[in-house]
């Protein structure tokens, strides 16, 4: 069964520093991933869509990588800013199985 | 933009009885799902149709049932409403297909007391 981990739980940075979110996962076999968005007590963010043929994806300060054979991907987020708190959550595609998430708080 | 809507933001029920959830998409989606999100557990599939009529159990369908009758409306039943099943419920829809993205509603907070 398909295991997704997100780590850290939780991180906490200053204002305009470039940071680095991951995701890992147990069964390479994929289709694709997906990164959301969670505000609190919200519903869910498409933020990128990442096919198990591609390597990344890109939309504005976000990047997103994927390594099939490794099981890994990351979201980057370059300049952060205090409209950028929230969980991220990763998702993979065989069945969907998402992480728990990582809450990032980005403060002014 | 994709407007996938569910009825309720908030809702309170009683120990045991039938509660519907209501979630609606207007994009022609062919595929809709019904989550739960819980602290620490994250979100797991209760159950997910594909098409008009048809159903699939996901991860924890017990004690629940749902009904799609319209294509652009996917309807999650709490048969007897239990307090574990307090939770946040989330409805997502996609076009047929793996490789096709979820969109998801706002959710609905919903608790049993």
């Known amino acids: 069964k398909q295991e997704v981990t997100q780590i850290p739980a939780a991180l906490s940075v200053p204002e305009g520093e470039n940071l680095v979110l991951n995701c890992s996962f147990t069964?390479?076999?994929?289709?694709?991933l997906q990164w959301f968005r969670q505000d609190p007590g919200k519903g869910l963010t498409s933020l990128l869509l990442?096919?198990?043929?591609?390597r990344e994806q890109t939309s504005g300060r976000l990047n997103a990588s994927l390594d099939k054979s490794s099981g890994r991907s990351t979201l980057y987020i370059a300049a952060s800013q205090p409209g950028d708190s929230a969980t991220y959550l990763c998702a993979v595609r065989g069945d969907m199985r998402f992480g728990a998430g990582t809450r990032l708080t980005v403060k002014p | 933009d994709v407007k996938v809507t569910q009825s309720s933001r908030y809702l309170v029920k009683r120990t045991g009885e039938k509660v519907f959830l209501e979630c609606v998409q207007d994009m022609d989606h062919e595929n809709m799902f019904w989550y739960r999100q819980d602290p620490g557990l994250g979100l797991r599939l209760i159950y997910f149709?594909?098409?008009?009529?048809?159903?699939e159990k996901g991860d924890i369908p017990e004690g629940y049932s749902v009904s799609r009758e319209k294509k652009e409306r996917f309807s999650l039943i709490l048969e007897s409403a239990s307090t574990n099943q307090t939770s946040m419920y989330l409805c997502?829809?996609?076009?047929?297909?793996?490789?096709?993205?979820?969109?998801f509603g706002d959710g609905t907070r919903l608790s049993i007391l």
């Open positions: 990442i096919q198990s043929s591609q």
């Open positions: 069964d390479s076999a994929i289709y694709n």
């Open positions: 997502a829809s996609s076009f047929q297909g793996v490789s096709q993205p979820q969109h």
């Open positions: 149709s594909y098409d008009v009529k048809m159903k």
